[in-house]
């Protein structure tokens, strides 16, 4: 089969789901006496239709970028990194390790002022390559699968940020830190919420990543591993090694994500810091079929979605306003129907194989 | 019931596995089919008891033309098949397991099922726990609950591949006196599968013997032993004569080598290969011929003794630490773990050559044409290795093994090759034994073995015996291997039997 035939094909089918996860949703607000086409007009319009929408649209989409970026090469190398939220809190957790201690006021610590975004950067991509490497050990040297894995030590994750924003390091009635001090956060424009070296960050490590799987040694060896690991290893590769650092890395990214929710979205440590975009990472790359060229394209679509979702929530027309939760039921059916499109397009092309092989 | 077959043929790509196979099996009489690895005989069992239909021919029972289309269809006609892994479920109950496959009402009855189980069980003088779990069971005892169940459902003649691979002493006694029983006074018809001439001349009436997809032999027992080996293994030519060749130092070293192979022990195992040395390790599937090539790779565990790889320990060093030594190994199953489905040759060749961080795309795909060319594979640069044929897949995995070689390690290096192919592998391979690689490889083929080893390990019953005399012309060579492989060698049948015994039953 072509390359053109094969874009065609996966074009196809991903209109396809598109409009069955349409229909559904249409279906859900029409007996919910909603109006549906109003309310698609009136999410546009919300997601899309302003500058400072727009900005909100890129700013929602760098966390849910840069675990994709991360889970392109976990799943490339056929690791089901389900453990990328565990990953997501603890970045968030090590980020807010300093982002509490910085004072209102850092006028006069000079060029140190300069270092505080980059340390707890840092130290989020540390904390998420911890995770990440646990899972990584327990999966090479204790043989349990990384989905297992991850699962627990996300349960276990959660519980740490619950204990800490309950315990230590609460302010106020509610069970969060206080806001974290202007020096704390990521720089940001005022006017519009965007912040340029988020921006920065994120492409960069999306660039790294899209490079690495398609021009070095080590996205080759993912990729023989992801295929066949126990042939990979009769090749030469190093299969143990490849799977931690894959898994580390993407902790690492991971991590960056949990800041970005810490220093940007909420600025500051509440339960829910992942806010989903672990999760959100596993359904993007899911979506693309592990095709990186893909991510850029459907994050920013997957990013529309609660910006728009949001819009409706608020709104005060009664034929429109409708929970924001819709919009995740709408991505995850859109997800569904593409892995089944994809799965009978797989099927049909499997029967005209044989079909041509007999006749 | 009398169950004939006529010119039973069944082709799997290019190999003829039933190539007009005739054969009839009267009631109350036991039957043996004997033959070599990849004689046929799994394949014609398979045919008779419904796994798999024949491209052409018929089955008759009592005279009428019958068709299968599943087992469960030749079991309704009276055939059933005993599996050299039984086909239970292990994690149910041995009365579970017996109620399965009954044709019954929604609601199975237990207690009239618990009945049957024991009258069965007891008429073979077997003793079967309807409440213990299958998995608790010895081989042995699982063995007797499927031929239990077979009974139950009706079952008149009863097919047994490789029966007594794992039981103890005991019970390879038990299950021989019952089939004798069932065979003499309920007119059973009884086939055993087997390469073990020890079984045959104890339990058999007649003999089929398969070579190469085809009909060799039909005796009465008893027939000598001897008869019976050249009958499997054929007449080989005379051995080609090697042309004085120089060894070189000492590459291999196995020291008192004990490995866990799938149902056996190997202990004991010793030995010492040169540079320029080529050892062919023989003996029944799943003896710890391919365990102990994986263990010279470093890819599986010793119980005790050590390897050395030219006078330097191998433990704790893995396959690809190894690789960089000049060790390689090439397992039988190219696609499952040898090359990568969905990869390229480029992809291949990048993956194999080359240790720098960035992958020079041009550079590997003009290697990969290079390759191509050179050892004549029939693809492109970028044809994913899975679209490749058998043979191809092959010469892409020579072509890929590293240029300086000290050690090669091959695991039936021409499983499903043509004559040519296999000419030309063995070609390319004593091209690299010349450069003074030393080179152990399995293979099922006894002439294969015979014809291009300068010594021979003989793995048979968790002991491995090496044959240094293949010279010796007063001895057919492939004939005297068949009998070390089918347990008639070292010491007597007293000696493995003694040591069945005390295995522990897994």
Not at chain 1, 271 to 296: D, E, K, Q
Not at chain 2, 244 to 266: M, W
Not at chain 2, 483 to 492: C, D, H, Q, V
Request: net charge positive; proline share 4%; glycine share 10%.
């Amino acid at each position: 089969m072509g390359r053109l035939a094969r874009w065609r094909g996966a074009a196809l089918t991903f209109s396809a789901a598109l409009i069955a996860a349409l229909t559904l949703i249409a279906v859900i607000m029409l007996s919910l006496d909603k109006a549906p086409l109003a309310a698609a007009q009136r999410f546009i319009e919300g997601a899309i239709g302003t500058p400072s929408a727009r900005a909100d649209v890129v700013m929602a989409a760098l966390p849910m970028l840069l675990c994709a970026a991360g889970l392109l090469l976990t799943f490339t190398a056929g690791l089901w990194n389900i453990g990328v939220e565990g990953q997501v809190t603890m970045g968030a957790i090590f980020a807010t390790i300093i982002a509490r201690t910085i004072p209102r006021d850092v006028s006069d610590w000079g060029i140190f002022a300069a270092l505080i975004v980059p340390a707890e950067l840092l130290l989020a991509m540390l904390g998420g390559a911890l995770w990440a490497g646990v899972a990584a050990l327990l999966k090479i040297r204790g043989g349990i699968n990384e989905i297992f894995g991850g699962v627990a030590l996300n349960f276990i994750s959660v519980n740490i940020l619950l204990s800490l924003v309950n315990g230590p390091w609460r302010v106020g009635t509610f069970p969060q830190t206080a806001p974290f001090a202007p020096a704390a956060l990521l720089p940001r424009q005022p006017e519009l919420r965007l912040s340029p070296l988020g921006i920065g960050i994120a492409l960069a490590a999306f660039g790294a990543v899209f490079m690495a799987l398609r021009s070095t040694r080590f996205g080759l060896q993912l990729r023989a591993i992801g295929r066949n690991a126990r042939s990979a290893g009769i090749l030469g590769v190093r299969v143990e090694r490849n799977i931690f650092w894959a898994m580390v890395i993407c902790g690492a990214l991971a991590g960056l994500a949990g800041a970005f929710q810490a220093l940007f979205t909420r600025g500051r440590l509440l339960p829910n810091i992942s806010g989903g975009v672990g999760f959100m990472g596993v359904l993007i790359v899911l979506l693309t079929g592990v095709r990186a060229a893909w991510v850029l394209p459907v994050t920013l679509f997957f990013a529309v979605v609660p910006i728009g979702s949001l819009k409706l929530a608020t709104s005060l027309d009664s034929a429109v306003q409708i929970d924001a939760t819709l919009g995740n039921v709408f991505q995850g059916a859109l997800v569904l129907a593409v892995l089944i499109g994809s799965g009978v397009r797989a099927g049909l092309a499997a029967r005209r194989e044989r079909r041509s092989e007999h006749g | 019931m009398h169950v004939e077959l006529r010119h039973i043929t069944k082709t799997f790509g290019s190999v003829r596995a039933n190539d007009a196979l005739s054969l009839e099996f009267a009631e109350g009489r036991i039957y043996a089919l004997l033959g070599e690895n990849g004689a046929g005989k799994s394949t014609l069992m398979k045919i008779l008891s419904g796994y798999q239909p024949p491209d052409s021919g018929t089955i008759l029972i009592d005279g009428q033309v019958v068709t299968f289309q599943t087992p469960a269809d030749a079991l309704r006609c009276g055939i059933g098949m005993l599996h050299q892994d039984p086909l239970d479920v292990p994690n149910l109950t041995v009365l579970d397991n017996f109620m399965l496959g009954r044709r019954e009402g929604l609601l199975p009855k237990r207690n009239a099922a618990r009945e049957a189980l024991a009258q069965q069980a007891g008429r073979l003088g077997f003793q079967l726990d309807p409440f213990r779990y299958v998995d608790s069971l010895t081989i042995g005892e699982r063995q007797q609950l499927e031929i239990v169940r077979l009974l139950s459902l009706g079952a008149r003649l009863l097919i047994l591949d490789e029966p007594t691979t794992g039981i103890s002493a005991e019970q390879k006694h038990a299950l021989f006196s019952a089939l004798k029983r069932l065979a003499a006074q309920e007119g059973m018809t009884i086939i055993l599968v087997s390469h073990k001439l020890e079984d045959v001349a104890a339990l058999c009436d007649e003999v089929y013997v398969l070579r190469g997809g085809k009909l060799v032999g039909h005796c009465q027992m008893p027939t000598p032993i001897e008869a019976l080996v050249t009958l499997m293994f054929g007449q080989s030519l005379p051995r080609p004569t090697r042309s004085a060749h120089a060894l070189g130092e000492e590459i291999l070293r196995a020291e008192a080598v004990s490995l866990t192979a799938r149902r056996l022990t190997v202990r004991d195992l010793s030995l010492s290969v040169r540079s320029g040395e080529v050892i062919g390790l023989a003996g029944l599937d799943g003896s710890g011929q391919s365990d102990f090539l994986r263990a010279c790779a470093g890819l599986q565990a010793l119980n005790s003794g050590r390897i050395l790889l030219a006078g330097m320990p191998i433990h704790g060093k893995r396959y690809p630490e190894l690789l960089r030594l000049g060790v390689a190994y090439a397992p039988s199953g190219r696609l499952e773990e040898g090359l990568v489905d969905g990869l390229t040759l480029t992809e291949h060749f990048a993956l194999t050559a080359g240790n720098g961080m960035w992958i020079n795309w041009r550079g590997a795909a003009t290697l990969a044409a290079e390759q191509i060319a050179r050892y004549n594979i029939r693809g492109a640069p970028h044809s994913p290795v899975q679209t490749l044929s058998g043979g191809n897949q092959q010469r892409a995995l020579i072509a890929l093994l590293p240029k300086n070689l000290r050690l090669l390690l091959l695991e039936d290096p021409t499983r499903g090759l043509d004559v040519e192919s296999t000419a030309w592998v063995w070609q390319q391979l004593l091209a690299r034994r010349d450069q003074g690689a030393a080179i152990l490889f399995t293979s099922p083929d006894l002439d294969e073995i015979v014809t291009y080893s300068d010594r021979v390990l003989v793995f048979c019953e968790g002991k491995a015996t090496l044959v240094t005399d293949l010279d010796d012309p007063s001895r057919n060579p492939v004939e005297r291997l068949g009998e070390l492989i089918g347990g008639k060698g070292f010491g007597g049948k007293d000696s493995w039997v003694a040591w069945r015994g005390g295995a522990a039953p897994r």
